[in-house]
């Protein structure tokens, strides 16, 4: 508890809002909250998409007792297996794909161009949301343009959601119908496994899938939620004009119009 009413302090410094004299202030530190836990979704759903794009275990392979070879690991960049020595040891070995190993199958020269794609995506969307988040916690000023970073962040995200579960499901599809993999001669590698089964790098992308859909849906629906929450406007009609600098002149019928309910809301929305 004494760690929330902290960071809730530190919010209130950081928007300018310790003096208290804001209307709105608790709706601005709860849209504080959800933009915080977006971008920490976020940072590590792009922390899960490259671990699963460097990890070797996206297929596992098991190959008969006896065999000089008894597992293999296939990557989307490689294929890495145990190697008896004459002496007796082991080592591991690693062979890198190339473009001209026509003879792999398609989903593996897919998921090397989509989740690619997918770390140029995610990395833009992280760069958009820590910059409004900077611009936020730095100027403490309600701007427009900043409504527009954090909703290009979060379209970004969503996309990288979706793109990034085409490569993963189609891979651990091969795997579950015990899909052949023809490797270039000079591997010396089996065509097919006695057993495969599908490696955790799959089950990493699946999770960043999931943190980065979560991050959108926070930093895209936290307005539309706001909103739904919004107090109704009250506009006070007063008979004559006033003296307060508070109110302005309504040009039309004669009377006043006060705007400060107005005011606050709007900037709250601003945010």
């Excluded at 275990?57 to 098991?62: G, S």
């Excluded at 010396?188 to 490696?199: A, C, D, K, T």
Aim: with cysteine; net charge neutral.
């Amino acid at each position: 508890m004494q760690i929330f009413l902290s960071m809730e302090k530190w919010l209130k410094r950081k928007l300018g809002l310790a003096d208290g004299n804001f209307p709105d202030a608790a709706q601005l530190i709860h849209l504080a909250y959800i933009r915080l836990i977006g971008f920490t979704f976020a940072a590590i759903g792009w922390i899960l998409c490259v671990t699963a794009i460097e990890a070797e275990e996206w297929r596992v392979w098991h190959l008969k007792p006896g065999t000089s070879t008894e597992k293999i690991w296939i990557g989307i960049w490689g294929v890495c297996f145990m190697e008896h020595t004459p002496d007796g040891d082991s080592r591991k070995q690693c062979l890198e794909f190339l473009d001209e190993h026509l003879s792999l199958p398609m989903e593996i020269f897919l998921a090397q161009d989509l989740m690619s794609l997918v770390f140029i995506v995610a990395s833009l969307a992280l760069s958009f949301l820590s910059f409004a988040l900077w611009k936020l916690f730095h100027k403490g000023k309600p701007k427009n343009v900043l409504i527009n970073f954090f909703c290009i962040g979060g379209v970004l995200n969503f996309l990288t959601s979706f793109i990034i579960l085409i490569p993963l499901l189609w891979n651990m599809y091969s795997v579950l119908v015990n899909d052949s993999i023809n490797f270039p001669d000079y591997f010396q590698l089996p065509v097919l496994p006695y057993e495969q089964n599908v490696g955790f790098a799959i089950y990493v992308g699946i999770s960043a899938s999931g943190f980065q859909l979560t991050s959108s849906i926070l930093i895209l629906s936290e307005k539309c939620w706001f909103r739904s929450r919004r107090a109704p406007t009250i506009i006070m009609v007063m008979p004559k004009q006033p003296t307060s600098a508070d109110t302005e002149p309504c040009p039309r019928c004669g009377s006043a119009i006060s705007l400060e309910k107005y005011r606050s809301e709007e900037q709250l929305f601003n945010l």
